[in-house]
Nanobody
Framework: VQLQASGGGLVQPGGSLKLSCLASVRIVGLHIMGWYRQAPGKQRELVASITSGGFTNYADSVKGRFTISRDNTANTVELQMNSLKPEDTAVYYC???????????????WGQGTQVTVSS
């Protein structure tokens, strides 16, 4: 399995970006998919996740601003980010695993990172 992330960039505070992650396989078997981020000098943290059944989970810091979704036809997982803040600046990584308990593990599948910079 390979994951290809895209959609990062530079945006002003209050702006929006949409990240997309394309899987090389049908994602119906990837029962958990998610987005992590890592800011300079900080540990990687879970931003949002979504199960194959559509259950979602968000970090408190992004609730109400970010929305994760998955498209089993297009084999993508997306992260719509609104009302962006400078503290959202980080490299964002998509992650997936057939085991819903394995999200974020080293053994799960990671995409390459995409840089998101929120700055005026």
């Amino acid at each position: 399995v390979q994951l290809q992330a895209s959609g990062g960039g530079l945006v002003q505070p209050g702006g929006s970006l949409k990240l997309s992650c394309l899987a090389s396989v049908r994602i119906v078997g990837l029962h958990i998919m998610g987005w992590y981020r890592q800011a300079p000098g900080k540990q990687r943290e879970l931003v949002a996740s979504i199960t194959s059944g559509g259950f979602t989970n968000y970090a408190d810091s992004v609730k109400g601003r970010f929305t994760i979704s998955r498209d089993n036809t297009a084999n993508t997982v997306e992260l719509q980010m609104n009302s962006l803040k400078p503290e959202d600046t980080a490299v964002y990584y998509c992650n997936a695993d057939p085991n819903i308990y394995a999200l974020g593990e080293a053994t799960s599948t990671w995409g390459q990172g995409t840089q998101v910079t929120v700055s005026s």
